[in-house]
């Protein structure tokens, strides 16, 4: 405990050092703000610089940068998903080089890893929502780095895995899809582009192949069976809970990383966060009983991403207004740092992690809607 120093009263007409009294004028280490507490200083993911310039990205080399999509216009049910970026920025107790005990790697040692900060968005206004937010994915997968993008509601996967493909053309990139609900519903009271809807609009406009698409987590009482009629007619491939339950995690997991490697050239991971039971993650829009555990979710995550090459992820619908104590938030910051330590091990070994095909460029027209 630091002693409280002891000295006269000095003569409040002269000149004090007030520092050197209170004993504060000590040569004190100063920290960067990477190693400093996860409160102090900016928010960004795991205290990592903030660098939202695409060129700067590419002059850098980045590895991996992740990105908000701070946009819940398109709910169904509990909005709230908007401040998820922030929340699952926040949700972690410490900083600096982190050290996976799971996978045995420093992953900020290896791997060049930033925020690149959140797309440009505004309230009630869905189509300049998803079109700013392709173009912001689109920007930054074209440096070559991988997007790891915190949503928001699921309907940004629309824009975000649209961006990735287009940046990997003329490769195919496959999508596995964990979520407690298919996606794939034709519209959400007439609107196309709810929550409910991404996968069948990825789909239909060509830009992922429906026989690329794994789903795995699907339980509860929807889509209704028209729906399911359509993703047989499209050659969806998908696995109930009750197939986990059934068979265990990780023969469904290793099942769904061998359709995934059927044909694309790289997999786009999208996780809604409600694949989750909700007595372990409540923070969710639509929470259906009977989800996977957290460590379940966790070391899939660990086993996709360490035997596919990742083009892009995204983690979306945790709602912070109905999470208890941070922790939705908290599984959907350790699904990144999984899928960011996997890459580590990947780069540790010798394998390829950044994008260096013919589209790292700037991106063309990547305003387009």
């Known amino acids: 405990m630091a ?50 310039d695409p060129a700067e990205l590419r002059a850098q080399a980045v590895d991996v940068a992740i990105i908000g999509a701070p946009f819940d216009d398109a709910v169904s049910h509990r909005p709230g998903a908007r401040f998820g970026p922030r929340a699952i920025r926040e949700a972690n107790y410490t900083s600096g080089s982190i050290n996976s005990l799971q996978l045995g790697v420093e992953p900020f040692e290896i791997l060049k890893v930033v925020d690149a900060g959140d797309a440009n968005i505004v309230p009630a206004w869905i189509e300049r929502g998803h079109a700013l937010i392709h173009r912001k994915v689109r920007e930054v997968a074209a440096t070559g780095a991988i997007p790891i993008v915190l949503g928001g509601d699921h309907s940004i996967t629309w824009p975000s895995a649209t961006a990735v493909a287009e940046v990997r053309r003329p490769g195919s990139i496959g999508i596995v899809h964990f979520d407690a609900h298919a996606d794939t519903a034709n519209d959400d009271w007439g609107v196309l582009a709810g929550h409910g809807t991404p996968m069948r609009r990825l789909i239909e406009s060509g830009a992922v192949a429906g026989r690329n698409f794994i789903q795995v987590g699907l339980r509860g009482y929807w889509p209704p069976v028209a729906t399911f009629e359509w993703m047989k007619e499209h050659g969806l491939r998908y696995h109930f809970m009750t197939e986990v339950e059934e068979r265990g995690a990780e023969a ?32 969710t829009g639509t929470p259906e009983p009977g989800g996977f555990m957290s460590r379940e979710l966790l070391r899939a995550i660990r086993r996709i991403v360490g035997q596919v090459d990742l083009a892009g992820m995204d983690i979306v619908e945790v709602s912070p207004p109905y999470d208890h104590a941070e922790t939705t938030s908290m599984i959907a910051n350790r699904a990144a740092l999984e899928a960011i330590s996997a890459l580590a091990v990947k780069r540790r070994d010798g394998q390829t992690v950044r994008f260096d095909g013919p589209a790292t460029r700037p991106a063309d027209g990547a305003g387009a809607g």
């Open 3 to 52: 002693e409280r120093p002891h000295q006269a009263r000095p003569d409040p007409a002269s000149a004090v050092d007030y520092a050197r009294l209170n004993g504060w004028d000590q040569d004190w280490e100063v920290f960067t703000d990477f190693d400093l507490p996860t409160y102090v200083g900016p928010t960004t993911f795991m205290n990592l610089p903030w660098i939202t």
């Open 252 to 283: 469904v997991i290793d099942d769904a990383i061998a359709e995934a490697l059927d044909g694309p050239d790289s997999i786009y991971l999208s996780l809604d966060i409600d694949v989750v039971d909700p007595g372990l993650a409540p923070g």
